[in-house]
């Protein structure tokens, strides 16, 4: 099964919003409402940011959103900070295996 | 605080066998599903195994079924993945990751990796 796609890189100035795409299948995105989101920075552990498509984990900040149309989920960011700069990679359930699949991940430039 | 530390990733020839462990603390590990994930160099993440809460469950990426094994020891608090006959491409980065219940799909806490190179 193919990875998820994402697109390689965004970019966004302080103070604006950006959306990051994830493009799935049936059997995985749009199948499911288990799409989560993870913030890497470089040479660091991944820190989950969004699961179940749009609940946040206790301490995510509310700029922090998911939402999802069919096979597309999207992770949007409000009022970008310099510490947004990072990696975000999305995952879904999917239908057999494997029981968990990754996007490529984008990296987030704020410039 | 949750912490997972992971160790025994080293520099291994191709067709051996390696022993990743995985010491957690901070929860109640018997009470939770576990995965390993790995990211090769300058790559996205790739989802390896999971085992359930009381190990009777286990999951395992198509690329390393067959050669991998996922298991657990709850009294010493510790998750492992033994790796059999290792390839150049499973060279990565390995996380250890706690499952954020039952999902078996939501990765809520990593550890910070330990490194595997495959290589003659």
């Known amino acids: 099964q193919s990875a998820l796609t994402q697109p390689a890189s965004v970019s966004g100035s302080p103070g604006q919003s950006i959306t990051i795409s994830c493009i799935g299948t049936?059997?995985?995105?749009?199948?499911?409402?288990?799409v989560s989101w993870y913030k890497q920075h470089p040479h660091k552990a991944p820190k989950l940011m969004i699961y179940?498509?749009?609940k946040r984990p206790s301490g995510v900040s509310n700029r922090f959103s998911g939402s999802k149309s069919g096979n597309t989920a999207s992770l949007t960011i409000s009022d970008l900070q310099p510490e947004d700069e990072a990696e975000y990679h999305c995952?879904?359930?999917?239908?057999?295996?494997?029981?968990?699949?990754f996007g490529g991940g984008t990296k987030l430039t704020v410039l | 605080e949750v912490q997972l530390l992971e160790s025994g990733g080293k520099v291994v020839q191709p067709g051996g066998s390696l022993r990743l462990s995985c010491s957690v603390s901070?929860?109640?590990?018997?009470?939770?599903?576990m995965h390993w994930v790995r990211q090769a160099p300058g790559k996205g993440l790739e989802w390896v195994s999971l085992?359930?809460?009381?190990?009777?469950?286990?999951y395992y990426a198509d690329s390393v079924k067959g050669r991998f094994t996922i298991s657990r020891d709850d009294s010493k608090n510790s998750l492992y993945l033994q790796m059999n006959n290792l390839r150049g491409d499973d060279t990565a980065l390995y996380y250890c990751?706690?499952?954020?219940?039952?999902?078996?799909?939501?990765?809520?806490?990593w550890g910070q990796g330990t490194h595997v190179t495959v290589s003659s």
């Open positions: 049936s059997n995985d995105v749009g199948g499911y409402n288990y």
């Open positions: 901070g929860f109640t590990f018997e009470d939770y599903a």
């Open positions: 990751a706690k499952d954020i219940g039952s999902s078996w799909n939501t990765l809520d806490d």
């Open positions: 179940d498509v749009t």
């Open positions: 995952s879904s359930y999917t239908s057999g295996t494997p029981l968990v699949i």
């Open positions: 085992i359930s809460w009381n190990g009777d469950i286990k």
